[in-house]
């Protein structure tokens, strides 16, 4: 196999996968609650079993995981667009119904900083964050994908990205910030083996009276572009997001990074749709890089 | 450049723009504040007298001791930030998609069963006037 280590002559870190997922709260307690083979749950769990196979033989070093916070950490006073986790640990929020009861997230911050120097000499210029709570935003796809440990089996580097006040950043927006990621990562000279995954989504609206929107069209032909036609789908507009996948659908912005951060081509190793958790269309992906 | 708000056409949402960030915000501020356990006893203890710590209207403070959550909603609150008072009440998020929906909670989770509120028909205002 060429990895990016043998084909720069030099040791590197490198992205090995991708995971796309939706992070919808109530998915997250169903684990915590032991809900997750009721009549109601099982069907979606279910696509997830494959997933957790396949990360635990991969065995990632670090996650990168792409997801939004809900007026946990960041609240209306700073509204950062991107921000990037560089701490030791990020503690596990109380976003106002208690903590969920999952191991504290730790980070790895050599990496995470080289990747935040790398974003802003790259024109990326986020926020670095050394004190982060996390939600179920990056707590729940951790518990899709490894289970429940007594610890997560690799560090996770959060990258936080403003969804919630419109506008958020464009799909366009998004995918170039995981190419640029994607360089970071290459050029960090260590030898690790990084997955991102991209969170959120997909189509849903919590608020007012169109609440309970789902598009399963809109939701799989998003799936079939961001996998094959990623230019296609870094072009969606915010207003065709609001009104086709729902206000809070808008989130699906952040696959983009993940999708940004793999190469131009690749393998879809899994993909699970199913309607409903609580109020959201849950779509999943695992891609892997499809080099020459 | 003029900024496009062609999405004020959707029906039944409202989008969380500069407009209603700058309106909603002592009101979202007062929701983020019941993040914290402590917080959430004392609003409960007294929920008028906890609401004069935050400069919100008399129409926003009505709307929250009556949970009015659409209200909330058209007066700058913000969904994730109004699930806070939600889930102070010990509603869920969908519990509250209901209410604001004005369904049951058993219509509402078997519209989600079937497959959720469809977009044709949910696109546009215009759909919405001539239906109702």
Redesign the interface.
């Known amino acids: 196999m060429v990895t990016a280590a043998s084909r720069n002559g030099r040791v590197s870190a490198k992205i090995v996968g991708g995971v796309a997922t939706s992070h919808v709260p109530a998915i997250g307690a169903a684990i915590d609650q032991g809900k997750t083979t009721d009549d109601y749950w099982a069907p979606l769990f279910k696509g997830f079993e494959k997933s957790q196979k396949w990360v635990k033989d991969l065995n990632p070093d670090v996650a990168i995981v792409v997801y939004n916070d809900h007026a946990t950490a960041f609240s209306l006073e700073l509204i950062p667009t991107f921000a990037l986790g560089c701490a030791e640990e990020f503690p596990i929020a109380d976003e106002g119904w208690g903590a969920r009861p999952v191991p504290p997230v730790c980070g790895h911050p050599d990496l995470a900083w080289h990747i935040a120097q790398s974003l802003i000499l790259d024109e990326f210029d986020l926020t670095i964050a050394n004190r982060l709570e996390v939600d179920h935003g990056l707590t729940v796809p951790l518990s899709l994908l490894f289970g429940q440990p007594a610890r997560w089996p690799c560090p996770v580097i959060p990258l936080c990205v403003n969804v919630v006040q419109y506008p958020p950043p464009t799909g366009n927006r998004c995918y170039n910030l995981g190419k640029a990621i994607q360089r970071a990562v290459e050029s960090f000279d260590e030898d690790l083996r990084v997955v991102v995954f991209g969170t959120g989504g997909m189509s849903h609206q919590l608020q007012a009276e169109r609440a309970g929107l789902i598009n399963s069209e809109f939701d799989n032909r998003f799936l079939d572009d961001l996998v094959n036609r990623p230019d296609k789908a870094r072009a969606i507009p915010h207003l065709e997001y609001l009104r086709e996948a729902g206000s809070e659908g808008i989130e699906l912005v952040m696959w983009l990074v993940m999708r940004g951060a793999l190469s131009k081509k690749v393998r879809e190793i899994h993909r699970h749709y199913h309607v409903p958790a609580s109020n959201t269309a849950v779509g999943h992906l695992i891609l892997e890089n499809d080099l020459p | 450049m003029t900024l496009?708000n062609?999405?004020q056409d959707?029906?039944?949402?409202?989008?969380?723009?500069?407009k209603h960030?700058r309106l909603g915000?002592h009101l979202?501020?007062f929701?983020?504040s019941?993040?914290?356990?402590e917080n959430?006893d004392a609003f409960k203890a007294n929920e008028i007298s906890y609401l004069e710590q935050f400069t919100m209207s008399q129409e926003q403070r009505d709307a929250v001791l009556g949970r009015q959550w659409?209200d909330m909603?058209r007066l700058g609150g913000?969904?994730?930030?109004t699930?806070?008072l939600a889930?102070?009440d010990g509603l869920?998020?969908?519990d509250?998609?209901a209410i604001?929906?004005?369904s049951s909670r058993e219509q509402?989770r078997k519209?989600?069963?079937n497959?959720?509120?469809?977009?044709d028909g949910?696109?546009s205002k215009s759909e919405w006037t001539r239906e109702r």
């Open positions: 496009s062609d999405y959707i029906p039944g949402t409202y989008v969380f723009d500069a960030s915000y979202n501020m929701c983020m019941l993040r914290h356990a959430r659409n909603l913000n969904i994730y930030y699930s806070k889930a102070t869920t998020f969908q509250l998609a604001m929906t004005g509402y519209m989600m069963v497959g959720g509120r469809p977009i949910n696109r």
